[in-house]
């Protein structure tokens, strides 16, 4: 089965500061998409940024970026300036023939 | 503007009671989708999706099906539920031109069995 990965359950961050969601995929696809998630607590699913495999430049929106490695199978979504309101889960998705996998997730805590 | 609906928000049913849970899009034509089961401090199993009125495909083999009626219209249905079914039920829906289009979700139904 083709899977992703979230390796970090649970990750913590203080306000303002930086924190990477580290996400490992596995596919035999040359033509795929990459996604990142925000579940908050109302549990209504928020798409945040998305990558498209077969360009190099990692996709960047606002305060949220991606570290996307191909050869490596890796997408690491890098959030910086963190706020409250990036406190939720984060899931990490492969989109490859109408199939949307999604990884188990990462509960993300943001500290004042 | 497209819009997604599920229903029921919540639903409390007994073991061995059927199930239907509803999802219909709005504003677009044609949407692949999809139902996700979510276990508690779990990540999203894809359960069914859909590219085509009739067309269902299935990754868990398991106590639930799935049918496309209409274009817009996804049913998720157990003839008897088990406690195992218990979870959160997410339907969502992408644009059809393949797998470069973001998923966008309705509201959930938790569903608990007893």
């Known amino acids: 089965a083709q899977t992703v990965t979230q390796s970090q359950p649970e990750m913590s961050v203080q306000e303002a500061e930086t924190v990477t969601l580290s996400c490992t995929y596995d596919?035999?696809?040359?033509?795929?998409?990459l996604f990142w998630y925000k579940q908050p607590p109302s549990r209504q699913m928020i798409l945040v940024i998305r990558q498209e495999a077969y360009k190099q430049q990692n996709a960047t929106e606002n305060r949220f970026s991606v570290n996307f490695q191909k050869a490596a199978k890796s997408f690491s979504l890098k959030i910086s300036d963190s706020q409250l309101g990036d406190a939720a889960m984060y899931f990490c998705s492969r989109g490859s023939n109408y199939k949307l996998t999604f990884g188990k997730g990462t509960l993300l805590t943001v500290n004042p | 503007s497209q819009t997604i609906h599920q229903w029921p928000a919540t639903l409390v049913q007994p073991v061995g009671s059927p199930l239907s849970l509803e999802c219909t899009v709005e504003?677009?034509?044609?949407?692949?989708l999809y139902w996700y089961r979510q276990a508690a401090g779990r990540g999203l199993q894809l359960l069914f999706y859909?590219?085509?009125?009739?067309?269902i495909s299935s990754e868990v083999p398991q106590n639930l099906s799935a049918s496309r009626p209409q274009d817009r219209q996804f049913i998720l249905s157990s003839k008897k539920l088990l406690l195992s079914d218990s979870g959160f039920y997410l339907c969502?829906?992408?644009?059809?031109?393949?797998?470069?289009?973001?998923?966008?979700f309705g509201q959930g139904t938790r569903l608990t069995v007893v």
């Open positions: 596919t035999s696809e040359s033509d795929y998409y």
């Open positions: 504003g677009t034509s044609n949407p692949n």
């Open positions: 969502a829906w992408s644009a059809s031109r393949g797998s470069g289009t973001e998923a966008f």
């Open positions: 859909s590219v085509g009125i009739g067309q």
